[in-house]
């Protein structure tokens, strides 16, 4: 069965300090997603990749960046954390057909900045 | 960024009713749609993907229809249980940057026993 594993359930962290939320998939797919997800504002695109290293900027990457070492591995930096980026974050990933192949969402991280 | 609108924002239902809602696109560039059901405290799934114009797709008591040319699609739920309580996502896609899919802000469901 389809598996995306994200780090941490809940996480609280402190202004201005770098964070790390990491996501493992283990499906061999080639895309990976970094989204938040804000009452009454959807999923929003943070940053996406479609191969390892490759990276793209999704609707709102400022603030951000990630990384993508292996292909099972995306990882979503904070580089210093801020109070406005308390939010949930839902890292998923899905096969490199052109859109006509759903994404798989980990649970999602609750992410605190105090 | 795809102007990807779902109506309506959220729907309070008896056990029983039926029920239905709409995710409305771009219809140029259009390539495929996909429904995905949140449900608190779980990940997304998906439910539907659909591409073709005049699809029509079931699973139990839920079903999706597409409008490529007019740019909409419905989502149906047949006499709605307390376990259909979700937020129901709609994601179109343009064909391009790989999968990357613009979701709308969702309809959440709340069936009540």
Known sequence: DVKVTQSSRYLVKRTGEKVFLECVQD???????????????????IYFSYDV?????????????????????????????STNQTSMYLCASSLASGGSQPQHFGDGTRLSIL | ILNVEQSPQSLHVQEGDS?????????????ALHWYRWETAKS???????????????????????????????????????????TYLCAPYEGTNAGKSTFGDGTTLTVKP
């Open chain 1, 27 to 45: 499906m061999d797919h080639e895309n990976m997603f970094w989204y938040r997800q804000d009452p009454g504002l959807g999923l929003r695109l």
């Open chain 2, 19 to 31: 029920t239905n809602f709409t995710c409305s696109f771009p219809s140029s560039n259009f390539y």
């Open chain 2, 44 to 86: 997304p799934e998906a439910l539907f993907v659909m591409t073709l114009n005049g699809d029509e797709k079931k699973k139990g008591r839920i079903s999706a229809t597409l409008n490529t040319k007019e740019g909409y699609s419905y989502l149906y739920i047949k006499g709605s249980q307390p376990e259909d309580s979700a």
């Open chain 1, 53 to 81: 290293k490759m990276k793209e900027k999704g609707d709102i990457p400022e603030g951000y960046s990630v990384s993508r070492e292996k292909k099972e591995r995306f990882s979503l930096i904070l580089e210093s954390a």
